[in-house]
């Protein structure tokens, strides 16, 4: 099997590992009193960052973006050490948290490293972009803030959500101009900047004021005020940045902060820019592909989160037992739609 589908697949299967034991915890606290999972949920948040992200994250700057930026993918050896490297700190987070934060500073590490291949020149003579410096800034955040966690002794969950957030926002400011039909000029490279600075440190110091600015500054810089591209990933980019900045204001709420960030904006802008995740099958599959997108796993996906924010934000009622459900329903029917229009084609 080839090491970039290998990756992609190891990414969902650690999105099942993550996700499922996350819904049967919500469905308990609702009054569906049978958990299989309980013992897992603990390492919920890890294996959702780490794991699938991770995998996520991984294929494209291994493959994905390298293929574009310099004409090739990452040698296989650095690939499988990352993944090994992953899925020991996994593996590890479940006896003992500090060996597992090891583990996965090795694979960040060597992510770091290969990324330095993105501060070259590219194949075609072209600087590096505001994306690849933020790329590789956003690894060095990552590796600062796990090395703080193995340094304290214990772990801070919402301080790990910095490494998917930094690195997607990061990848972004390549892709927005192609949903959004807006042109990306110096100014908006700047206002992109400065949001990513004011959203790492937001988000590390839990402070609303800086998040809500860098919401304001990348809201106007990605154009989603004004866009003028396809529907769908306009619709989901736009309900990504509405989560974002919920999550900003109501940073003191600490369940609305992590699941505004981590579902709503986090999934909802992976969904929408197809750009990213078509790269991904393409160097995965080896071949073209063009998938129509469906609003069904948009609809499931923002239903449940909505259920769920209303229950963080202290509203009850018997059918939020559907919130958590619908919300994995939501993602792996997003994967299952998209991979199956793939193999099949």
Same mark, same amino acid.
């Given at each position: 099997m080839?090491?970039?589908?290998?990756?992609?697949?190891?990414?969902?299967i650690?999105?099942?590992?993550?996700?499922?034991?996350?819904?049967?915890?919500f469905?308990?606290?609702?009054?569906f009193f049978?958990?299989?999972?309980?013992?897992?949920f603990?390492?919920?948040?890890?294996?959702m960052?780490?794991?699938?992200?991770?995998?996520?994250?991984g294929n494209?700057?291994?493959?994905?973006l390298?293929?574009?930026?310099s004409?090739?993918?990452?040698?296989n050896?650095?690939?499988?050490?990352?993944?090994?490297?992953?899925?020991?700190?996994?593996?590890?987070?479940?006896?003992?948290?500090?060996?597992?934060?090891?583990?996965?500073?090795?694979?960040?590490?060597?992510?770091?490293?290969?990324?330095?291949?993105?501060?070259?020149?590219?194949?075609?003579?072209?600087?590096?972009?505001?994306?690849?410096w933020?790329?590789?800034?956003?690894?060095m955040i990552?590796?600062?803030?796990?090395?703080?966690?193995?340094?304290?002794?214990?772990?801070?969950?919402?301080?790990n959500?910095?490494f998917?957030?930094?690195?997607?926002?990061?990848v972004?400011?390549?892709?927005?101009g192609?949903v959004?039909?807006?042109k990306i000029s110096?100014?908006r490279?700047?206002?992109?900047?400065?949001?990513?600075?004011?959203?790492?440190?937001?988000?590390?110091?839990r402070?609303?004021?800086?998040?809500?600015?860098?919401?304001?500054?990348?809201?106007?810089?990605?154009?989603?005020?004004?866009?003028? &591209?396809r529907?769908? *990933? @306009?619709?989901?980019?736009?309900t990504?940045?509405?989560y974002?900045? #919920?999550? =900003?204001i %109501? !940073?003191?709420?600490?369940?609305?902060?992590?699941?505004?960030?981590?579902?709503?904006?986090l999934?909802?802008?992976?969904?929408?820019?197809?750009?990213?995740?078509?790269?991904?099958f393409?160097?995965?599959?080896?071949?073209?592909?063009?998938?129509?997108?469906?609003y069904?796993?948009?609809?499931?996906l923002?239903?449940?989160?909505?259920?769920?924010?209303?229950?963080?934000? &202290?509203?009850t009622? *018997? @059918?939020?037992?559907?919130?958590?459900?619908?919300?994995?329903?939501? #993602?792996? =029917?997003? %994967? !299952?739609?998209?991979?199956?229009?793939?193999?099949?084609?």
């Amino acid at each position: 099997m080839k090491l970039p589908l290998l990756l992609m697949i190891s990414g969902i299967i650690l999105l099942l590992l993550g996700g499922i034991p996350a819904v049967f915890e919500f469905m308990n606290m609702q009054g569906f009193f049978m958990d299989p999972t309980s013992s897992l949920f603990p390492a919920h948040w890890f294996i959702m960052i780490y794991g699938f992200f991770g995998s996520l994250i991984g294929n494209e700057i291994f493959v994905a973006l390298s293929i574009e930026w310099s004409g090739k993918s990452a040698d296989n050896r650095m690939i499988a050490s990352y993944l090994i490297f992953i899925i020991l700190g996994i593996i590890s987070f479940l006896y003992n948290q500090q060996f597992g934060f090891i583990f996965i500073l090795i694979a960040m590490a060597i992510l770091l490293y290969y990324s330095q291949e993105y501060l070259g020149k590219s194949r075609i003579g072209l600087n590096p972009t505001v994306y690849n410096w933020l790329l590789f800034y956003s690894l060095m955040i990552t590796i600062a803030v796990i090395s703080i966690q193995i340094g304290l002794g214990y772990a801070i969950p919402y301080l790990n959500l910095i490494f998917p957030t930094s690195m997607i926002f990061a990848v972004m400011t390549r892709d927005i101009g192609l949903v959004t039909r807006i042109k990306i000029s110096s100014s908006r490279n700047w206002e992109n900047i400065l949001a990513f600075i004011l959203l790492v440190i937001g988000m590390g110091f839990r402070e609303s004021v800086l998040m809500v600015l860098a919401w304001v500054l990348s809201f106007h810089a990605a154009g989603l005020y004004r866009p003028k &591209g396809r529907r769908y *990933p @306009i619709l989901h980019l736009t309900t990504a940045w509405i989560y974002l900045l #919920i999550g =900003s204001i %109501f !940073i003191s709420n600490y369940d609305v902060f992590i699941h505004s960030i981590a579902v709503g904006f986090l999934f909802n802008t992976v969904f929408g820019v197809d750009v990213v995740l078509m790269d991904l099958f393409v160097n995965a599959f080896q071949k073209r592909v063009s998938v129509k997108p469906s609003y069904i796993p948009f609809f499931l996906l923002n239903v449940g989160l909505i259920m769920r924010l209303l229950y963080d934000f &202290g509203f009850t009622t *018997p @059918i939020f037992i559907f919130a958590s459900p619908l919300q994995g329903i939501g #993602i792996l =029917s997003f %994967f !299952i739609l998209t991979l199956r229009q793939v193999i099949i084609r």
